[in-house]
């Protein structure tokens, strides 16, 4: 019996709203498969395409940024610099061979639980149909080094 | 200037001794991820040299737990497994900042609401997950160093712009409260557009006599240095600390002086319509300003100009237009309309007054009341639409003819008028556009001046320390440009009573031997905080709010976030899954 | 003199006039009669006309009063009498008992998971439910459960489950007595109790809410998730409208004055109604649109030319329910045409008006001056719209009169730096 292939989702949530909405999934006890892990920055224009990047070569399977919806950026302009990053990672992403649908950029607000469990859901379904990354042959077995 | 350690960048050279605190929180975790397995395995990690549980790490035990920790095992680094740090953090940082360790060495692993809450039916794998968050964190805290928030020195001292009703309240009342004020105004007089109003509405008192008693008190205060027929030529520097040169108008000499705070209060000017409804080109047609200017010379001078046997007065002229920048409602058009044409009605009982308006923006609990005084004098309202504005053309002997189509009655009216007064919104003047380039903060769509936060800072602007109250920010009338005048001087009040602000600790650390001069840090910051010099980018750190977005663009990664830095995240992203296990781990 | 100040009411007015007392180094007793201090605006779901997330923007302000050093957080807790001391003021608070220990309390929750009562909560306007043990929202500040004594069936498994034994139902209240400076009033609103438009079916006719009740369904965290659906039925409906002016500017329920904020918290509504409800018919029958403020008028002329929302000039007679399907029938005038209407909607929203808080006999402790429509009245409207007629005491925010969030923290700052120099004397 074949073992259901499992993602591996790495998210970037933004302190102020998404962080925020993915704490009221918990609050208000929405359930959602476990295969995210989350990474805390400031803004969501914190995250460098390297991150990403480096993200895809550890082994993981997608990449989920979240932020705040335009216009609410707490520093105001930060969620637009994200918006026109991803833009262009998604890009970098096809020209390597992967496929771009494993980058997903979503606005959640901090009330928007819900929509943050959904979100999970239908990327963690998403990935598994596209399969296990292309890059993860080459780290399987390499011990993550710190 | 500003003290601050300089940050050590790479990680400190001192082995990291991490200790971990995993917390139950009764059964909220406790009751789904296996706390003990994940204590054993946080204490097989690289560098964690101590790990425990707690029932409550936020309990007083819990504090006191971890305070002993850090000094019996000389603990360097500390994570916190439990809940989430956005109603946590601070409470655990100063716990380490107690028993003497910098607060920035202490990390967050968020294992509830990120973890046993949200996969209640899948203990197991909650548990593996937990496991992988901790690892997450020691991984990052391996990494973290010290930071310090400085302190930026406030200069007890305010430059205010503009010499109206709102800059004049907000300088009597910094300067009451013992800060020294520079009262900067472009006219030769102070007073604004005030100086041009007859009555205020509805308490009917007369300008003359408040304006005239603020004055003086603000001519004669100590603490107000007054620069009359000047204006702001330039402005350099930062919070607490702004260097301001003013310039004469018509004169070369400068004059350059340095304040903390800065209130922009530099008022609104009324739109002439050009063009519209006859105005320019048929006698007594006015607008309301043009209006009041006659009636502040008492019923004789108006007499003399006309004695109104019909008067209208046309609503949204030049407002709430189809493009930027008239698409607004000027909002006090319609209280100021009802307020003169009480007046005339005072004068002149018998003269037949009609507004002819499309909203009634009588709004409030006082105004309202005023609207049906108006009613009740006998003043009529006529209710006309955008899409048939009403048409003025010359009539017989010096009147001016008016077709209104009367929109609820649905049919078409004429007056015969004496007098027919516009009225128009204000609108930004020249000098305020040019302010806004000076000082680098924003005007809106409106060519107001942006506020930080339309609802919850209205007088904050983005950049620190610069204010703005008044007609500059939208149209208002007098009581609410004083109520925001007095805001203003609150919101300034803070960081020059203190005497210092605290800066932000995650700021922008520029390595200045990549730097390349490009300005994109430069252009994306939305507060200002990197400045290109010679080539290089600076970092203003009492500006700087850490949101990363210079770091997350520069090419030449040259920037990095203090707390927040790139070798930080790498980590977590390398250790977010067990990819030793060769298998899917911990899913 | 005193150099601590008294906020009384611990809404957004209220947490801001403490924030910027305490920011200039005075000490701010900050007292809510509810259980967590966020007041109307944490009940709301979104914000005109920027759209911001109300609870998004509003927290990190709570969570910085509760943090403040200066400020001193009294919640569930009432003022009982004010004397004069001198110059200063002699403050009577009553804090009333939580039953659970405020200094234990973690807010872990795990109590109000084992709780068996649910009475329908306030705070969604009785749309929703709560345990006898509670947090009245997740963002609560601070974060303390609390009892409600009148429902608690004191069967002890919230006490059990307790890891820190914070649940004690022998807690009294407490008497505390402050002395300040000066004293800042920002008691806020209620909703005018629609129950007298009579014609309108409040109260009997399921399908008939009030604004603030729809604010609770459009939130996600609200008692349907988000979901706008009919409270008869669940049905999602495919006609609403709204009705405007509903005691305001109305003779006949005795508030002839402007509530200032309806028309534009029912075209914030309607278009929050328009993106959850795909196709849904949108109405909304006024008598005049104020859209006076910074941006509301763009925001109205959106609504109408993007969102597609009717406005109808229109006063509305009476609301008739159909018994069998429970769908609404608008009884109108249209005022431009000159016609009668008859509109069969499945939702009527009342933009009901704001009047002032019962403030609990504060009127008989403070003699502060008060109008005919019930707000405290200031010195002087124009040149002093803070000052009150009693020296030392200040207002901001709904309790002076209606008005937005804006205008809402700039009299709170106002009031906040009148207090400050008054302290400073």
Redesign the interface.
Known sequence: MPEQFEPKILGFLCNWCSYAGADLAGVSRIQYPTNIRIIRTMCSGRVDPTHVLEAFKSGVDGVLVTGCHIGDCHYITGNLACQKRVEFLKKVLEEIGMDPRRLRLEWVSASEGGKFARIVKEMIEEVRKLGPSPLRKEVVGVEASV | MMEKTEPTMPATEEKPRIGVFICHCGINIGGIVKVPEVVKYAQTLPDVVYAEDNIYTCSAEGIASIKEAIKEKNLNRVIVASCTPRTHEPLFRNACQDAGLNPYLFTFANIREHCSWVHMHEPEKATEKAKDIVRMATARASFLNPQEEAEVQVDPSALVIGGGISGITAANCLANQGFKVFLVEKEKELGGMLRNIYKLYPTDEEVSRILESMINSVKSHKNIEILTSAIVKNVEGYIGNFVVTTIKEGKEEENKFKVGTIIVATGAIEFEPIDKYGYGKYDHILTQVQFERILQGGKQAFDKFVKPKTVAMIQCVGAREEKAPRAYCSRICCMVAVKNAMQIKEWYPDANVYIIYQDLQTYGKDYEEHHRKARDAGIKFINYTKERPVEVTLGTGKKLNLKVYHALLGEETQLDCDLVILSTPLVQHQEGKDLSKILKVPIGPDEFFLEAHVKLRPVDFATDGIYVCGTAHGPKDVGESIAQAYAVSSRAAGPMANRKVRTEAITAFVNRDLCVGCRMCEKLCPFGAHKVEEGKSTVIEAVCKGCGVCAGACLRRAITMRHFTDDQILAEIKTAFLSGSGGVGGL | MSKAGLVIGGG?AGV?AAL?LA???FTVYLVEKNPSIGGRMAQL?K?F?????A???????M?DAG?HKNIKLLTFSEVKGISRKGKNFLVRILKKPRYVDET?C?G???CAQLCPVEVPNDFDERMGVRNAIYVPF?QAVP?IYTVDKENCLECDLCKN????NAVDYEQQSQEIEIEVGAIIVTTGFNLFDSRKKEEYGYGVYDNVITGLALERLL???GPT??HVVRPSDGKIPKKVAFIQCVGS?DEKSGN???S?VCCMYATKEAELVKEHVPGVDVKIYYM???????????FY?RAKEEFKINYV?GRVAEIIEDPNTKDLIIRAEN????EPIEDRVDMVILSSGLVPAATNDLEKILPIKI?E?G?FVTA???????TTSVEGVFIAGVAE???D???A??????????A??FL?E
């Open positions: 957004i801001q910027d920011d200039q180094g779901d914000t006309p920027t759209l911001d997330c609870a998004c923007i509003m927290t990190p302000k969570v943090r234990k973690t872990c929750g795990a997740p974060l489950v307790c890891g820190v939130s996600a965290s998730g988000g500017r002839t004055y402007c200032r005049d649109i104020r859209a006076f403020g910074k941006g509301f008028e763009e002329q000039k005022i431009e045409l000159g109008g429509d707000f002087n409207p124009k040149v002093d719209p803070v009169g209606p008005k969030i804006p205008d923290v700039t009299q709170a700052s106002a009031a906040a730096m009148k400050s120099i400073k």
